[in-house]
Every structure is written in structure tokens, then in C-alpha cells.
């Protein structure tokens, strides 16, 4: 193929340089650059500045020779060839060739200026007039507290922006008489820079939010939700300083387990709200400072009198810390949501037990207030038993039982019952009561939907009265409210519940079975299916462990602590009746709510047998 070749020759400063090439422009560039080499030889007394044509010219010469070996130039192409399509080296030298277009100006100094030396009504007294500069410019006088101020611009705005900054410069340096104070909208803080030193109370819930965000730091999110979340505090030492307390028991859940999944074996753990799970789980860490004790170890909370009996040691006190008041007669808007399935037709319960109608329980539209019901005092002080799950629509709720509510009743009381019951009996169970004496909590520390008049009723105020045994009381600790909130508290419960304890490690417990699952970790959901990912959200699911602190492994615990301590070892029914005093209590417990009319206390569909 014959290639023809061009040539230019380019002048600066009265030098002439020529170039040859396929294409004028590659001419051009080469004798560009034998201008740039003859500028940049030493010796040289004339300047001229340097740039970046000689890397383009080369770039597009070396696409040309591509196109001309290809047979595509302008000469030499073939008939009925398609000339090729342009190679990514031609695009990027077209897109480095392209003007740069500057973007255009920010205009705020106008804006600066009305809201700092004008303000929202005028009150400095702006006036600004737009009048023609010329060709293609405007000009803008801007009337500022009697001060004057001209800007040019090729626009009004531009011009108006010009003026704004000149009064600005000059109110820095003379303050008008009107100068309004602008409020910074900083980033808000994070709630761990906010705390108060001398708010003990806070402080304290806060270091326990801490300890949990820690331990459930590597855990999917979705399975260590935190808005149910109960602690057990130890404190050694005086009070009103923080660095006394210690995490000792932690749990999180809001659900019950499904009655089918209740067993005999005590495999399942039956109740997994936030309460009921701390309290397994300080059952279990008293149980793990008795082995140490029984082996030897100095380390415990627990100490020998000279008679040989087990006593915990002086100076030691627990609190007991929640984010949220227990569900029952300790919220006391309970009676409300009772009112609302009952007289304002949320659902209707059939007496027949046919499918219940859930037409009015879909979500309500976004920023509207849901509806109101007026308080029902008839309800106060009654006790509330957990609704079944069998309306997954529902979020879990402790009722008032009545006839025709009643079947579609879980056989677990509501946590404020329980925590009533055990400020007669003890925190400890009935199991370690045969070893050492009952174990109160001093302190209850209480966050969202906090009253405290409801509190004191539900937790020791209606047993007060009450016919007990000899050597029992009912316990008034003290009841503080926790004003401090995490930033990022859960706004939705999940069927999973975690639980922990000093000397174990953390369990992820599916609630609505009670036992623990195969966990997903993060980096696997990608990997997972849908039908895998469906088993899981169902209820369907067969392999799944015991955990640690469901009632069979506890009493295997237990029954270690027995051997280690000399002690003969019963059945787990047999050991708990062997607990008269605490049995006793129980009963007596049981029979004050019936005597005061606020109702019986559920019983058990499923009995233990181990």
C-alpha cells in the first residue's frame, strides 16, 4: 500500500521548524517537538513555555500506524472491509483532548450575608438594585444598614455574590449594630462522649450496654438485638463508684416458646424474655462460684462459716438493670392493649377456636398516631400471662386471662409475676436453696415505659399483706429509672434471645423452640438459598441443641456441685420438693394472688420427668 505523507512547518519566535507525517497534525506535532528540543538545549537564550502536546501527538501516531498495518487508511483500504472500530487508545486520547469547562461558582456570600448582618424579617435593612455595567456585564448595589456596596459580574446573581462578599469583609472588621447570632448545626455527639460522671445511675446501665456490645460484637446483628436487654450487676466495695460494678449475667429475648415445643427432658428453655433469661443465667453463675468454692479457689463470692455452712461473703450486693419495664402489671398500659382485642375489635377471638379475623391488625400508616384507649384501673395489680404465638401478626403480650381468651393463653406467667414471686422466695431457685440461704436483689434499675407507681405494685406492692411463712418477707428493693438511651437500640424484636454468664460462654437461643440453632454467620448468608433461609425464619426446625441454660444442663451442673460437695443427688423433682422452705413460700405466694382476687397463677401443661 502507498502511504502519503504530509509536511507542515511551524514558527516561534521567528524560528521556523518542519515536520513530516501521514496526517497535517502529525506533521504539526513533530515539528513541535523539534521546537520544544531545540528550546530545552542548554545554552539556549529563548523561553517558551512547555506542555504535554508531544505525548498526544504520539499517541495518536501510534493509533495511525495501527489503523495502516490494519489496512484501514484512507489510500490503502480494501473494497467492502468495514473500516475497524475505534480502539480504546483513540477514545482516551479524543477524552484527554476535550476542553476543560470549569464548573461554576458556588454562590453563598449572599446568602451568609442576609442570614448573619439582615436576618429572617429584614432587620438590617437590605436593599439591592440591578443595573447594566456595559457589554455583557451587569453590575448590583447592595444597600446594607446604610452602607453601600457595588459588585460586577457577568450575571445578576454573580454580581450580587461580588457585593455580598465586600460587605461581608467590611461588617468583620466594623460590626454593624445588628448582628444575628447563627446557630451551628454540629453532628450529633456519640452517646459515649455524653456521659455524666456524677450521673451514677445512667452510668451504670451504660457501662453494662458496653460489656453487651462488646460480647455480641462478632454475632450477626439480626440475632443480637438488643431491645429486651437484662443485666445482673455485682458491686464490691462503696457505693456511687462505677468502677465497683462488674457484669456477672446478661440476656436479651421478648418471645416465649411455642407450647408443642415444651418437653419432659428440660431440654427447651420455656420462657425467653430478657428477665427470665438473666436470672437463668445468674442461677448458673451462683452455681459456678460453688464449684470454685468447692474446689478451693479463693476467688468467689462465697465463703465457709466456722459451722460449715455456705454463706456469701460481706460487702457483696446485686442489682438487677433493664432497659424496659417487664411486660405485665409492671407496664401499666397493659390494661389498654386488653381493652383494644377486647372492645375495639382488634381481633376476634372465636369461642370455637376457628382461625381469628386479622383484617385490623395490618401496620398502620406511617406519621399517624396509633389509636388511643382509656386506662382500665380494674385491671391494676392483676396477673398477666403471655398470649400464645400462635398470631405471628402480634408482637408478644402479656394479658389479662378471661373465659373465652384463655385457651389461646401460654401456660407462663408474665415477668413482673415472676419477679414478684422471687422478692418472697429468693433470686437463687429452689435447687440452691438447699445449699445456701436466699439471694435478693437491693436495687432495680428500670429504662423505657417507667412508672414507678406501677413498678412498686407489680414487683412487691401487691403482696404486701400477704400470710407467709416464718422467716419469709416480701422484699422492697430500691427502684431507680434510667434516663439514658444507646443511639442505636433495637426497633424490633427477633425469635432469636442470647444469654451469658460469667464462667460460660454466650448462647444464641431460637426462642420460639428454646433451643439453641446452627447460627449463620455474616460472611455466609450470601451463600445460603432461599428454602434454607425460609427453614430458618420457620418453626419447622429439628436440629437443635440444648442450651446451657435450659433447665436439664443446669440441673447437670448442679448435680456436679452436689458430688463436689459430698452431697447425695436426687431426681430434679425430687431435689426441688426437698426445698420446703422454698415450696412453702411459693404456695404461699400463689394463694395471696388468688385471696386478692388478681387472679391464679398458670399452670404448667408439661411437667419435668428427669
Not at 464449684?291 to 455456705?310: A, C, H, M, Q, V
Amino acid at each position: 500500500a502507498v502511504v502519503s505523507t504530509q509536511s507542515t512547518g511551524v514558527k516561534v519566535q521567528d524560528k521556523t521548524f518542519y515536520g513530516e507525517g501521514s496526517t497535517p497534525k502529525i506533521a504539526k506535532g513533530l515539528a513541535a517537538q523539534d521546537a520544544l528540543s531545540y528550546f530545552k538545549t542548554p545554552g539556549c537564550d529563548d523561553v517558551i513555555p512547555v506542555c504535554n502536546t508531544f505525548e498526544e501527538m504520539t499517541k495518536m501516531e501510534e493509533v495511525k500506524n495501527h489503523q495502516e498495518m490494519k489496512g484501514t487508511s484512507g489510500s490503502g483500504k480494501k473494497k467492502g472491509r468495514k473500516p475497524a472500530n475505534p480502539t480504546f487508545k483513540r477514545q482516551q486520547v479524543k477524552e484527554s483532548a476535550a476542553p476543560h469547562i470549569p464548573p461554576p461558582p458556588v454562590l453563598v456570600n449572599f446568602q451568609l450575608l442576609k442570614q448573619k448582618y439582615v436576618g429572617q424579617n429584614n432587620e438590617g435593612e437590605l436593599l439591592q438594585t440591578f443595573n447594566p455595567a456595559g457589554t455583557g456585564k451587569r453590575t448590583c448595589v447592595l444597600i446594607v444598614q446604610g452602607h453601600v456596596f457595588k459588585g460586577d459580574g457577568t450575571t445578576d446573581k454573580i454580581a450580587r455574590d461580588v457585593a455580598a462578599k465586600e460587605a461581608i469583609v467590611y461588617f468583620e472588621k466594623n460590626p454593624p449594630q445588628f448582628v444575628q447570632k447563627i446557630r451551628v448545626k454540629n453532628k450529633r455527639e456519640p452517646v459515649y462522649d455524653r456521659e455524666d460522671p456524677t450521673d451514677y445511675v445512667n452510668l451504670l446501665f451504660c457501662k453494662a450496654w458496653k460489656f453487651a456490645v462488646e460480647l455480641t460484637k462478632d454475632h450477626n446483628p439480626v440475632y443480637a438485638r438488643k431491645q429486651n436487654l437484662a443485666f445482673v450487676l455485682k458491686i464490691y466495695g462503696p457505693d456511687q463508684n462505677i468502677d465497683n460494678a462488674e457484669v456477672v449475667a446478661m440476656a436479651s429475648g421478648a418471645k416465649v416458646i411455642s407450647p408443642e415445643y415444651m418437653s419432659q427432658d428440660g431440654f427447651a428453655v420455656n420462657d425467653c424474655g430478657g428477665e427470665a433469661l438473666c436470672i437463668r443465667a445468674y442461677r448458673r453463675y451462683l452455681v459456678n462460684q460453688l464449684t470454685s468454692l468447692s474446689k478451693g479457689y479463693k476467688d468467689t463470692i462465697f465463703r465457709r462459716n466456722p459451722f460449715g455452712r455456705i454463706m456469701m461473703k460481706e460487702g457483696y450486693k446485686f442489682v438487677f438493670v433493664t432497659n424496659c419495664s417487664p411486660m405485665g402489671d409492671c407496664k401499666n398500659f397493659d390494661a389498654q392493649f386488653y381493652n383494644a382485642i377486647r372492645d375495639k375489635g382488634v381481633f376476634n377471638v372465636r369461642n370455637d377456636a376457628s382461625e381469628p379475623k386479622t383484617d385490623f391488625l395490618k401496620k398502620p400508616v406511617k406519621n399517624k398516631p396509633g389509636p388511643k384507649f382509656e386506662f382500665n384501673p380494674s385491671k391494676c395489680g392483676m396477673l398477666h400471662q403471655y398470649r400464645r404465638m400462635t398470631f405471628d401478626h402480634v408482637p408478644d403480650q402479656c394479658v389479662v386471662p378471661d373465659p373465652d381468651i384463655t385457651p389461646y393463653l401460654s401456660p407462663i406467667a408474665a415477668p413482673s409475676a415472676k419477679l414478684a414471686l422471687r422478692n418472697v422466695v429468693g433470686f437463687q431457685g429452689a435447687l440452691l436453696s438447699t445449699i445456701i440461704d436466699n439471694v435478693y436483689f437491693t436495687e432495680f434499675y428500670v429504662g423505657r415505659a417507667f412508672d414507678e407507681t406501677a413498678m412498686k405494685r407489680a414487683l412487691f406492692g401487691r403482696l404486701q399483706g400477704a400470710k407467709l411463712p416464718e422467716g419469709m418477707s416480701v422484699k422492697t428493693p430500691e427502684i431507680h429509672r434510667l434516663t439514658w438511651k444507646p443511639s442505636r437500640m433495637a426497633d424490633k424484636t427477633t425469635v432469636y434471645a442470647f444469654a451469658w454468664c460469667e464462667g460460660c460462654t454466650l448462647d444464641v437461643i431460637r426462642a420460639d423452640i428454646g433451643s439453641v440453632v446452627e447460627m449463620i454467620k455474616p460472611t455466609d448468608v450470601a451463600d445460603i438459598g432461599d428454602d434454607m433461609m425460609r427453614a430458618y425464619d420457620s418453626r419447622e426446625i429439628k436440629s437443635a441443641a440444648p442450651s446451657q441454660f435450659c433447665s436439664y444442663n443446669y440441673y447437670e451442673a448442679f448435680t456436679d456441685l452436689l458430688k463436689s460437695l459430698n452431697k447425695p443427688v436426687e431426681s430434679y423433682v425430687k431435689t426441688k420438693k426437698s426445698a420446703a422452705a422454698y415450696q412453702a413460700g411459693k404456695q404461699a405466694v400463689y394463694t395471696a394472688f388468688e385471696q386478692k382476687g388478681l387472679g391464679k397463677w398458670p399452670k404448667r401443661t408439661v411437667l419435668p420427668n428427669y
